[in-house]
């Protein structure tokens, strides 16, 4: 059974008779999952979904441009080893939804219905299905050996209409203040715009404040091309607030359930990563239960699922890695260290050759290593290093200079305590990637 899950195809293409319970079936109108890193477009085409992405005005997405106090740089992705056709692709999230949907009720062996989880159902601590609460209002439950829970994620935004991005194909973050802007197409005609406003508490739509905050504090710090459209939108008034959120991946085996999506593991949504992550999840999933005709032996299947929460590791830790690091980089601050750590990582990007290719490639999920992420994060560091140092070194200079090691260490190191150090860097030695599945 999969409650909320956008792609329950990996499990029907294996024969497993599938229950989706969906909240709300109607095309969703949602301001999140609307780009797909290269990364996670090859992961559609190992579950064979990648026709998902075709009929929908989906655009293509051949890298970043990167903009800050007005220079800018573009950053490709590292395409030339793969077929034409892998890039990514930017969509309006629903029409992408439905396309699966459509696909998933082409097998004979899915259960498609609108209802509300409202509990799960255990017995002896082991989760035997769900209670729901179907659309017109009956209260029923599903049982199934595997519950798979899935739960939507967030953010804030609005659409730009008829004009055009400084460099075609590509998204584009503007380094504003206090924090990144971006933009990417979503349609042939709509540029999806994403203001990260820092704090709890944002300024409210319903008094004005949000159109006042959008038109004095971020209009002007956009590329001109954009900032009559921008203004023209926020006139519209379709303004979208959702909170952003961040939650490392805390394994919790519940015998008979599985958590995935943003239930299980949420990064920053500044890189794009989130779908490339959820779709790498259900690959490795898919793989783990292949071998598996019954699933009904609940603990012997709990432990070895186990391997899954090690075996995910490199994709997954990499984009939530670069995603909070980016972050916390990307954005202004008083302190003069991470003033020159944010002037440092543009102008590494800007360098061209390894110094682009190499970040943007973790980015976009085709090289998921974190060994590689931590050695770029820490050249970005060491090259600010350098230019406080030269021509002459300065005693102001080795201070800032320390400082900005120590920065860096800051933002990237609680990062990775998080995620897992063991499970990151040595895999291999986790015992649980070992397990063989329980015989049937």
Not at 46 to 55: F, M, P, S, Y
Not at 250 to 277: I, S
Not at 293 to 319: G, H, M, N, W
Not at 349 to 355: A, I
């Amino acid at each position: 059974m999969v409650e909320n899950c956008e792609s329950p195809f990996a499990l029907l293409q294996d024969g497993r008779r599938v229950h989706v319970i969906e909240r709300d079936l109607t095309e969703p109108d949602r301001i999140v999952g609307e780009l797909l890193q290269p990364g996670g477009y090859l992961k559609l085409i190992e579950l064979g979904l990648q026709d998902c992405v075709e009929e929908i005005d989906a655009q293509r997405v051949l890298g970043y441009a990167l903009m800050k106090d007005g220079k800018s740089t573009r950053l490709s992705y590292p395409l030339d080893k793969f077929e034409e056709d892998v890039a990514g692709r930017s969509f309006h999230n629903g029409r992408f939804i439905q396309r699966m949907r459509g696909k998933a009720a082409t097998l004979p062996n899915i259960r498609l219905e609108q209802g509300t989880v409202t509990s799960l159902l255990e017995e002896d601590g082991v989760i035997k299905g769900v209670q729901y609460k179907t659309k017109d209002g009956q209260e029923l439950k599903a049982y199934a050996p595997l519950t798979i829970v899935d739960v939507p994620s967030c953010f804030v935004g609005l659409i730009l209409e008829n004009c055009q991005l400084p460099f075609a194909n590509h998204g584009h973050v503007i380094l504003a203040d206090p924090s990144p802007i971006l933009f990417y197409p979503i349609s042939s005609t709509e540029i999806r715009c994403l203001v990260d406003v820092p704090g709890q508490k944002v300024p409210s739509i319903g008094n004005g404040e949000m159109a006042k905050y959008l038109k004095n504090n971020v209009a002007p710090q956009l590329p001109s091309e954009l900032q009559d459209a921008f203004i023209s939108a926020v006139e519209k008034g379709n303004i979208r607030t959702m909170p952003n959120r961040s939650m490392p991946a805390n394994p919790q085996p519940t015998p008979g359930a599985l958590l995935m999506g943003d239930a299980f593991n949420m990064r920053h949504p500044l890189t794009g990563g989130g779908m490339t992550v959820a779709l790498s999840d259900i690959v490795v999933l898919r793989d783990l239960l292949k071998p598996l005709r019954d699933l009904r032996d609940a603990a012997s299947l709990t432990q070895y699922l186990e391997s899954f929460y090690t075996l995910r590791k490199p994709v997954a830790s990499t984009i939530n890695t670069l995603a909070g690091a980016l972050y916390k980089v990307f954005s202004a601050s008083p302190d003069e260290a991470r003033k020159e750590m944010r002037e440092a990582c543009f102008d590494y990007l800007s360098l061209g050759g390894v110094c682009s290719s190499g970040p943007v490639a973790l980015l976009s999920g085709l090289n998921p290593r974190p060994m590689s992420l931590v050695l770029h994060f820490f050249a970005v560091a060491i090259y600010g290093v350098g230019r406080l140092l030269l021509p002459f070194p300065s005693p102001k200079g080795f201070w800032i200079g320390a400082r900005l090691i120590s920065s860096a260490s800051g933002i990237i190191f609680p990062i990775i305590k998080a995620e897992g150090v063991r499970q990151m860097f040595f895999p291999a030695t986790v015992p649980a990637v070992y397990r063989p599945p329980p015989l049937n």
